[in-house]
């Protein structure tokens, strides 16, 4: 599950730096760790039997969330309007066993909302957890970010 290091590398959960020979053992250390840690959350944290819509989910955040929610037994349905990003870890997390789908569309839109979540609870059932993690970046100064107007501005995020 972890991927090999370098010759040299630091192994954060068992102390100071880990030379070439150590570092099979402290990978297998971490390995156990991550699945005693896996199993304690699957206890704490069953959502067998739900569904989450996670938002923004193509990379960063929204990923890992995805991925936290699956592993603790959610069926995730991953959107973004990065299609081929999605589509990519969507077959990436499904291969590992998790259970995901994609929905890419834009949830800044309220008609592509009203079409696609509806069509989503028809196809996987009822939305049992909604992560809201898509964003819209507007780069630039904070002068010249357009002031907002009753809610208009914030209907986009």
């Keep these: 599950m972890f991927p090999k290091r370098p010759a040299f590398g630091v192994d954060c959960g068992s102390g100071p730096f880990v030379i070439a020979e150590q570092w099979e053992t402290a990978t297998d250390a971490r390995q156990e760790r ?9 206890g704490l944290f069953d959502l067998s039997g739900r569904t989450a819509l996670v938002t923004g989910a193509a990379q960063g955040l929204g990923l890992a969330m995805a991925t936290g929610l699956a592993g603790v037994g959610a069926q995730v349905v991953l959107n973004d309007i990065q299609e081929d990003k999605l589509r990519f870890e969507v077959a990436r997390l499904a291969a590992a066993g998790l259970r995901v789908g994609a929905c890419p569309f834009d949830v800044g839109n309220p008609v592509h909302v009203r079409h696609h979540v509806p ?8 939305i049992h957890i909604l992560v809201n993690n898509a964003v ?15 809610t208009t501005s914030w209907t986009r995020t």
């Excluded at 819209?136 to 009753?150: F, S, V, Y």
């Design 136 to 150: 819209i970046h507007r780069r630039g100064p904070i002068e010249d970010c357009p002031k907002p107007r009753g």
């Design 34 to 42: 991550f699945e005693v840690i896996r199993s304690m959350l699957q």
């Design 119 to 126: 069509a989503i609870e028809r196809e996987v059932g009822p």
